[in-house]
Nanobody, 124 residues
Framework: QVQLVESGGGLVQAGGSLRLSCAAS????????MGWFRQAPGKERDFVAA????????YYADSVKGRFTISRDNAKKTVYLQMNSLKPEDTAVYYC?????????????????WGQGTQVTVSS
């Protein structure tokens, strides 16, 4: 069982930055790939970024490539999402998720555990 708690969301102006954190419980954090997803009102939950258990591989949605960076600290059982050059269209609730396996990182239903989400609002 893995419990995930996100933090770091807030209100920021366009062009600004935020760093989201996701703290995990459990003894085998490094066994899980981690992903970030986001969901805007009235829209589906979209893939943002993912990172392998070792941290050696990362994956990004085209919409955030070059602006967002996913990383993890397995000793702290925490995954991060550094978000730079934020745009109003980045406004959403951001969720972190954990999964076993090593394929289809962008598919939400492949993830086993989810956090409660943190709101990110980017004003124009």
């Amino acid at each position: 069982q893995v419990q995930l708690v996100e933090s770091g969301g807030g209100l920021v102006q366009a062009g600004g930055s935020l760093r989201l954190s996701c703290a995990a419980s459990g003894r085998t954090f490094s066994n899980y790939a981690m992903g970030w997803f986001r969901q805007a009102p009235g829209k589906e939950r979209d893939f943002v970024a993912a990172i392998s258990g070792s941290g050696g591989s990362t994956y990004y949605a085209d919409s955030v490539k070059g602006r967002f960076t996913i990383s993890r600290d397995n000793a702290k059982k925490t995954v991060y999402l550094q978000m730079n050059s934020l745009k109003p269209e980045d406004t959403a609730v951001y969720y972190c998720a954990a999964r076993s396996g090593s394929t289809s990182y962008s598919v939400p239903n492949r993830y086993d555990y989810w956090g409660q989400g943190t709101q990110v609002t980017v004003s124009s």
